[in-house]
């Protein structure tokens, strides 16, 4: 499941508005709308006061397949790294994009020394 159906599924469950929960969250509708729309994804610091605000585990609002390594070492808990094993679908599509178009420039050139 998507981050986003499940913030909309629980901020229906609370009974909440977009515009209260943007409000707790302190950032804008809108901002929050392309969250639940998957259009943008939440930061890990607005991810973990959504977690507190619905009183579940961080963990708990990650799509499906994500991944976290807590890179935690020693007494310092204040060094936590978190890595998401997930890549978003358009940056995906935007590198295929870019890999093409390179290849595409690579032959015109290669074209043009052999005309030489």
Sequence with gaps: MKIGQKLKGMRIEKGFSTIEVAEKLDISESTYRRFENDKSFPD????????KMYERNFSDLLP???TIINN????HFD?????FNQQSEKLIEQYEIRIKE???QIALLKSLLDKK
Aim: no cysteine; proline share 0%; aromatic share 8%.
């Design 64 to 66: 499906d397949g994500m």
């Design 102 to 104: 390179k290849d595409e």
């Design 79 to 83: 060094n936590v790294g978190y890595i």
């Design 72 to 75: 935690n070492s020693g007494e």
């Design 44 to 51: 890990v610091f607005i991810l973990d006061k959504i977690a």
